[in-house]
T-cell receptor, first 117, second 109 residues
Framework: GAVVSQHPSWVICKSGTSVKIECRSL??????MFWYRQFPKQSLMLMAT?????????EQGVEKDKFLINHASLTLSTLTVTSAHPEDSSFYIC?????????????FGDGTRLSIL | DAKTTQPNSMESNEEEPVHLPCNHS???????IHWYRQLPSQGPEYVIH???SNVNNRMASLAIAEDRKSSTLILHRATLRDAAVYYC??????????FGGGTRLMVKP
């Protein structure tokens, strides 16, 4: 089946650091990628939707200058958490979708656990 | 967005069938019913989806009520590896997924 690779799996860094998370579709072209955030014991919350070659669409309450999203190719999207602070510590998950024909499923990465000290 | 309602948790015995219910009384004609599951410390995994007819795949079966206001995910023989949070999600052509609380399935040996 379709595979989405997310890197790194976990990262621990100091407050004020910027952290980049990569999301790659390994065996299909992802026209759209989604970024989610999940706090402990909570459900996934959609942060933003990115289409290849265009600006990401952010959900209400998500700061676009804080969470920079780049979707420069059909197989790679990156999320950069700029000047991260402890409240940004969370589980970040990406997903990718090829075509929307027939409402095909999204394929998820295994997530990145971000801990800001 | 049309919402879904699922029980917070369910228990099952290993090797027995499991029926996970989902209510979606405000579903629109273009909404697909998707099921994903999330194992601890992992991203969600696609399970199955359908529009009107019942669907079967190697992982599960999806039974959709005739009025489409409810559906049931059926795991034919639960294993310990099926212990996860199962999410029932409605998705239209835009294919955005809005995750609710899901059902935490516990499987007893």
């Amino acid at each position: 089946g379709a595979v989405v690779s997310q890197h790194p799996s976990w990262v621990i860094c100091k407050s004020g650091t910027s952290v980049k998370i990569e999301c790659r579709s390994l065996d299909f072209q992802a026209t759209t990628m989604f970024w989610y955030r999940q706090f402990p014991k909570q459900s996934l919350m959609l942060m933003a939707t990115s289409n290849e070659g265009s600006k990401a669409t952010y959900e209400q309450g998500v700061e676009k200058d804080k969470f920079l999203i780049n979707h420069a190719s059909l197989t790679l999207s990156t999320l950069t958490v700029t000047s991260a602070h402890p409240e940004d510590s969370s589980f970040y998950i990406c997903s990718a979708r090829g075509t929307i024909a027939g409402n095909q499923p999204q394929h998820f990465g295994d997530g990145t656990r971000l801990s800001i000290l | 967005d049309a919402k879904t309602t699922q029980p917070n948790s369910m228990e099952s015995n290993e090797e027995e069938p499991v029926h996970l219910p989902c209510n979606h009384s405000t579903i629109s004609g273009t909404d697909y019913i998707h099921w994903y599951r999330q194992l601890p410390s992992q991203g969600p995994e696609y399970v199955i989806h359908g529009l009107t007819s019942n669907v079967n795949n190697r992982m599960a079966s999806l039974a959709i009520a005739e009025d489409r206001k409810s559906s049931t995910l059926i795991l034919h023989r639960a294993t310990l590896r099926d212990a996860a949070v199962y999410y029932c999600i409605l998705s239209n052509a835009g294919n955005m997924l809005t995750f609710g609380g899901g059902t935490r399935l516990m499987v007893k040996p």
